[in-house]
């Protein structure tokens, strides 16, 4: 090994420590290695349809958390974060020159056009200098090499035969060890200012009390979150019956935004669960978090045999529909003023937070395209610019599912929002909590305002089209749930902690009932976690 070899580990979706290829293989080839992240300007831009910012205060305030955590657990091994904003390729290019001593350039695959278009740049850059290029697949919980399909064109369309296959034929990779020490830095490299909310042209966003996911970003907080979720609290060994919940931060794992960043390993997960499962207790809750990893893969496989067609108006199955692009709906969808409660409460949930449950992903998006009738990718184009978690091939997937226009082209469900209101907001605890301006309509009425009396909304303090509009849209089979509420205050009371986020009782086995009886359909899931 020459004194001077130096491996650069571009980091993107990867920012972690433990089961990091990058780190793992470059620490045994490498005399120096120099951690990059580089805040791509890309990231900054416009989406590509209607021009939303592409990443919104909450990711960004996450991304920042994860950049630091990690730059302090590099410290801790005798190494450091490199920061440096500006093009990777353009980046990684002045570092060739100015270290004089770079042998390899090593990072983690993504699947997507515009990622792979970073790394081709790379690797462009690196054969004009002579320098290697060493990739690694390190994303999902199957190895895309251990897929029980002999090429990705043969990846079924159906979630369920993909997960059948991978269970029954291929197995999950070890983690990989956490280094106690990594190579150090080359002498004299500037480790580089992370920037600041104002260096992107971005608002620091404010902390709402009622966010379900007041977490930050960063391995440290992941690993915690685990170790509170699974060991401190057991909340997973309920995972099934609560992770419908609306309300409060453990009705579900919240793994998706760490998950999304690389701040987590799918594999270190599921080595918990694994030893969870041998030291507590195995149940119906503890495979659905395996389950659901499966999803996350699932839709990355997905993005990589169909490509660009993920983003496609026409979907996967190339299926025409007349997609509105209406923007007086949009907004009253955006900004949560449709006139219909549970989808008011779910979109500013989204938009003061950067969170929103996998129920609330489910309604809001079948109400976009199935109710409204709008261009499904202005609803994935929001989600990209808000969440906290996205994660490109899970949204994308996820949108193109509920547009009708994705993987099983046989389900086609459209959501009955009074009925799914009723069903995991019983009592209207969750939307009154988002929509304070119907806070005076007590139980299950405050799902349909407009259903109530002249003198039950004078009494509530709500006058339609003032303080809340009427509906945009009416869906004819909403009025067969319009006289089936609790009304009064006489829904179920609080249960536990969590109060009325757990699912409702006669809700609770559905899921799993509905993946694993032979006579019914596949159902989705959205964004994972």
Known sequence: MS???TIICLLRNDLRLHDN???????????????LYCFDPLHYLGTSCFNFPKTGPFRLRFLLDSVNDLRASLKKRGSNLVV????????????????????????????????K????????????NQVKVQSFWGSTLYHRHDLPFNHISRLPDVYTQFRKAVESQSRVRPVLPTPAQLRSLP???????????QDLEQLEPVTDPRSAFPCHGGESEALARLKHYFWDTDAVATYKETRNGLIGVN????????????????????????????ERTANQSTYWVIFELLWRDYFRFVALKYGNRLFHLNGLQDKHVPWKTDMKLLDAWKEGRTGVPFVDANMRELALTGFMSNRGRQNVASFLTKDLGLDWRMGAEWFEYLLVDYDVCSNYGNWLYSAGIGNDPRENRKFNMIKQGLDYDNNGDYVRQWVPELQGIKGGDVHTPWALSS?????????????????????????????????GGSGPAARGKQGPSHTPKQHKDRGIDFYFSKSRGLKTSNEGL
């Open 84 to 115: 440096r904003r500006g093009k990777p390729d353009q980046v990684v290019g002045d570092l060739i020159k100015q270290l004089g001593s770079v042998t390899v350039v090593a990072f983690h695959e993504e699947v997507t056009q515009e990622e």
């Open 187 to 197: 002498l004299g490299l500037e480790e580089g200012p992370v920037p600041t909310y």
């Open 21 to 35: 290829e990058v780190f793992h293989w470059a620490q045994k080839n490498a005399e120096h290695i120099v951690p």
């Open 117 to 128: 278009e970073v790394e081709k740049q790379i690797k462009d850059v690196c054969l004009k």
């Open 455 to 487: 003198g039950a909304l004078s009494h509530a303090k709500v006058s339609l089209n003032e303080t809340y509009p009427s509906p945009v849209v009416m869906a004819p089979e909403w009025s067969r749930h319009v006289n089936k509420k609790p009304s």
């Open 251 to 278: 009705y579900s794992t919240k793994f998706a935004p760490w998950l999304a960043m690389g701040c987590i390993s799918p594999r270190y997960i599921y080595e918990q669960i694994k030893k969870y499962e041998q």
């Open 3 to 5: 004194s001077s070899r």
